[in-house]
């Protein structure tokens, strides 16, 4: 929970008598405790700040860059059954992107999701119900939606995420460009695995605009493209599968377990065999032509003219004995310029740096990703 940005306001109740004064003005409370909530989303310009929160307990005993400013408020204390005794150095913690002052389209939110670690999260009943099952069925089930102690009553629910897990989840559905630091992989594929038991279409959720196609595509991609590909391969996201396959072009395929196998399927299996296959005929086919030869002059006749062909069949036989699909063009230069050095005919040198030069620009041109059909 370190990760995620909260806010965090005193969460206490009870059946005493409510607040009768204001804050810094004329008044007192009635006896009995007072709730004091958290608000960054409205202006409290009237109300006077205070760098500590008036119960015990404080915010700063967890990480600060976990939080955002603080600016506390007086309010009446909560009544009802489901109240507990009042405990002042107990705190709620609130998602600081999934806050009260989310709005869409002008509408506040009306549904809190209270995560595994107790974190709330304000959202909104129609995004959810895009699913197809009513997020799980919560939301086809109002018994299943309790009023928890909160400023705006609203109903809410517990799910078994963690809060990384749910801030993902959330940040997909709603499509959200991300301000927190970036989970982990193992963390984001948790989340889309929430989101199909919610009843979500992946595929839509990860089209090539949307925020996690971006978070798997940027940020892990280069990083952990195998687990990139697999997991694009479970879902059959094949944008996101040819995106990751561009970074598996130096990986082995020797290394390919029953484990990694199982994972992508046999459709995937063979488009990553078939993109290294591929690539690598490729380059033994562009390495066939040979450089052109020049009309025999004084300086150079036919017999050293086949110093040109001996050093192309050199460099070729060098390039296609270790021929990869990640084969990069420095590389093969790096095998043509000492043997262009070694031609003493300008000419000689001139048909070979073309020819290198062709090959080189050819090469850049083979497909580097998997096949999208």
């Not at 996201?237 to 390919?256: G, I």
């Not at 021929?323 to 310029?337: C, H, K, N």
Request: glycine residues 6%; charged residues 15%; hydrophobic residues 45%.
């Amino acid at each position: 929970m370190a990760n995620i940005p909260h806010v965090r306001f005193a969460d206490t109740c009870a059946t005493t008598p409510t607040w009768a004064g204001t804050v810094g003005g004329v008044g007192a409370p009635a006896a009995g405790p007072v709730q004091w909530t958290f608000d960054e989303i409205f202006d409290f310009d009237a109300i006077s700040d205070v760098d500590n929160p008036p119960l015990g307990g404080s915010a700063n005993k967890h990480n600060p860059a976990s939080f955002t400013s603080t600016k506390w408020l007086a309010q009446a204390p909560l009544t009802g059954s489901d109240c507990t005794a009042p405990t002042p150095t107990a705190f709620t913690s609130v998602s600081a992107i999934f806050g009260p002052g989310l709005f869409v389209a002008q509408t506040a939110p009306d549904l809190i999701l209270v995560s595994a670690d107790h974190v709330h999260f304000y959202v909104h009943q129609h995004l959810l119900a895009k699913s197809t099952n009513g997020f799980n069925g919560l939301l086809a089930r109002p018994s299943g939606l309790e009023a928890y102690n909160n400023p705006a009553e609203l109903p809410s629910a517990l799910v078994p995420e963690s809060v990384e897990v749910l801030n993902v989840a959330l940040h997909g559905v709603y499509n959200l460009t991300w301000t927190t630091p970036i989970p982990s992989f193992e963390v984001a594929s948790g989340a889309v695995t929430s989101l199909v038991k919610y009843g979500f279409d992946v595929k839509p959720v990860f089209a090539p605009s949307t925020t996690l196609f971006g978070l798997f595509s940027r940020s892990y991609a280069p990083s952990v493209p195998m687990d990139v590909y697999c997991f694009a391969a479970s879902y059959d996201l094949v944008l996101l599968a040819v995106f990751a396959s561009k970074y598996l072009l130096s990986f082995p395929l020797c290394a390919l377990d029953d484990t990694l196998a199982e994972k992508m399927g046999p459709r995937y299996l063979r488009r990553l065999f078939f993109l290294h296959l591929g690539r690598t005929d490729a380059l033994k086919r562009l390495l066939l032509p040979q450089p052109a030869h020049h009309a025999p002059n004084a300086i150079c006749g036919t017999a050293e003219g086949q110093r040109l062909t001996r050093a192309w069949a050199l460099a070729s036989a060098y390039i296609a004995w270790d021929a990869r699909p990640d084969l990069t063009s420095q590389e093969i230069r790096s095998v043509m310029d000492p043997l262009l050095n070694e031609l003493e005919c300008t000419q000689c040198q001139l048909s070979f740096l073309e020819r290198s030069s062709a090959l080189i620009a050819r090469w850049g041109e083979v497909k580097t990703t998997i096949l999208a059909e």
